[in-house]
């Protein structure tokens, strides 16, 4: 059964602080691997993988992916208040279904 | 432009009732998604629609579940009899692909905000 684990599920930290939420995946058919940002209820899209070792960018956020040992880091540098939120991983297969991992909660106090 | 949106936000039901929960997507996006999302997961893929035809619904987990998109447009997601266990967070997506077997990268998916369904 196709499966997304991801670690840790829930994360606090101070802001200025750096973090790395981890990622691992279990899937026939890969295509791509997805993280989302979710605060509240709607996850909002960040990044899409599709090859190893080349690392996706966005500000203080960066992504990469390990198709060897099929997983993905997303780290976020110097931590603020809003970047609060859970994290999902997800991999999109052929088979036109994306499976999300459970999530990482990351709560950052000032 | 207007983004996804699902209506109501919350609906609380009694055991045993019949609900519908609506999607509205973004115009002119072709594929539309229904996830459940319980507290302290993530989005649970339910079915998959291209145009009006259900492309992938194994994800539903029993046949009190039923979704339908007879325009190809707005989707209603309607679960019978419900039970305790249905409460969740129900989010919908779309995207502008056509389909995703027809190659290329994934199409982001936009999310609406989710009904929480509450079945007392």
């Known amino acids: 059964e196709d499966k997304v684990v991801q670690s840790p599920l829930s994360l606090v930290v101070h802001e200025g602080d750096t973090v790395t939420l981890n990622c691992s995946y279990e899937?026939?058919?890969?295509?791509?691997l997805l993280w989302y940002k979710q605060e509240k209820k709607a996850p909002t899209f960040l990044f899409m993988l599709t090859s190893s070792g080349i690392e996706k960018k966005s500000g203080r956020l960066s992504s990469i992916l390990d198709k060897k040992e099929l997983s993905s880091i997303l780290n976020i540098t110097a931590t603020q208040t809003g970047d609060s939120a859970i994290y999902l991983c997800a991999v999109d297969t052929s088979y036109d279904k994306v499976i999300f991992g459970p999530g990482t909660s990351l709560s950052v106090i000032p | 432009g207007a983004g996804v949106s699902q209506t109501p936000s919350n609906k609380v039901t009694e055991k045993g009732k019949y609900v519908e929960l609506r999607c509205d997507p973004i115009?002119?996006?072709?594929?539309l998604y229904w996830y459940r999302q319980s507290l302290g997961q993530g989005p649970e893929f339910l079915i998959y629609?291209?145009?009006?035809?259900?492309?992938?619904d194994s994800g539903l987990p029993n046949d009190r579940f039923f979704a339908v998109r007879p325009e190809g447009s707005v989707s209603t997601l309607k679960i019978q009899r419900t039970e305790r266990g249905d409460s969740a967070v129900y989010l919908c997506?779309?995207?502008?692909?056509?389909?995703?077997?027809?190659?290329?990268?994934?199409?982001?998916?936009?999310f609406g905000p989710g009904t929480r369904l509450t079945v007392l």
């Open positions: 899937v026939t058919n890969f295509r791509s």
């Open positions: 997506a779309s995207s502008r692909t056509k389909g995703l077997r027809e190659g290329g990268s994934y199409n982001e998916q936009f």
């Open positions: 115009s002119g996006h072709t594929a």
């Open positions: 629609f291209q145009g009006t035809g259900a492309a992938d």
